[in-house]
């Protein structure tokens, strides 16, 4: 496991930390967050229990820097720090204090923006629209794999953090093709290493379809490499996707229409069940609509506790607008009382 940095040393280094040719301003940026406790999760409800999911407590978090908000992608480094992106292409790094077990606020924290593989800052939200983050190490060596939607990249940055780095590309597998432009790679998890999937990198559009309607989704490397679908349903989109402890995988699902309003749904995919060629639905942890306190719900990150317990963190992205909330939730996810069905073929995916 690495050991913490020492957090004012770093900050102190990057902050003025200006990479020859750049203009001479701060590179990291001190963020003071506001947080406005929410305690209920249904409106006009003391209810905890929502679907498989037990609600402990949520922030409205603001601020007066102009780069907060949009908040996409989100995950815990090994010391517990929250680290998130925006699709602006921007960092987040905070503390994230806890009362009772409940979110509390953000300290300690800090915004920057992201640099491409050439050592420039991206110029166009196209080529800046980070959307899923995730930790992992690879060869001893500590990185964050950042996919970008637009432009269908995963890119791979050094941990800690240093915001006047160049980010390598991933080399994604041929068959990661056909990619709409603003729907493409959303999500970026990372299998358990002692699974089936043998730690692999797994990566889901947002709405990128197959031929049958459904969610494509892709095994980057292993010994399960390549395609596979994720059953479209109830007219919901993928933002995010993680591992659950026991390997299988949650994935963060949102819709919106003039008609229903928004809502969000959180599913659980059997990783044993993931394989090229496959169609996987998995079932349902949560549904949540009009009646809870939801946003633009984007981001998802999964930790366990010391004493076992295994959380989910949400974050919204309120797109800068004045009419959307930046929101972080937490639930633990309740012990299930039956078994996961045992693993079994599912239908083939259409073939591209």
Known sequence: MRQPVHRLALAITLLFAVPSGAAAEPQLRPVDIRARPISQFGIGSDETRFGELEFLGGLELTSDEDEFGSLSGIDFDTDGRLHAVTDR????????????????????????????????????????????????????????????????????????????????????????????????????????????????????????????????????????????????????????????????????????SFATGLAIRIRRINGALIRPGRIVSGTTLMEAGIGHQIDNLEGLAIRARANGDTILTLVSDNNHSLLQRTLLLQFRLVPSTYPLPRPRPERKAAVR
Request: net charge negative.
């Open 89 to 256: 292409g921007a960092w987040l790094s905070a503390e994230l204090e806890e009362t009772g077990g409940a979110p509390s606020g953000l300290t300690e924290a800090w915004m920057a923006r992201m640099r491409d593989p050439s050592g420039s800052l991206p110029s166009s939200k196209v080529a800046a629209d980070a959307e899923g983050i995730r930790l992992a190490t690879t060869g001893g060596r500590a990185v964050m794999l950042v996919s970008f939607e637009r432009i269908h990249e995963i890119r791979i940055f050094d941990l800690p953090i240093d915001p006047t780095a160049a980010p390598e590309r991933m080399r994604l597998p041929r068959f990661v093709t056909d990619l709409r432009a603003n729907q493409g790679i959303e999500a970026v998890a990372i299998a358990a290493h002692d699974g089936p999937l043998a730690g692999a990198v797994v990566a889901l559009a947002e709405r990128s379809l197959d031929q049958a309607g459904n969610h494509r989704g892709f095994v980057l490397d292993g010994p399960r490499a390549g395609e596979f679908s994720v059953g479209r349903s109830g007219g919901f989109d993928i933002t995010d996707a993680a591992f659950l402890p026991n390997g299988d995988l949650a994935i963060l699902e949102r819709r919106f």
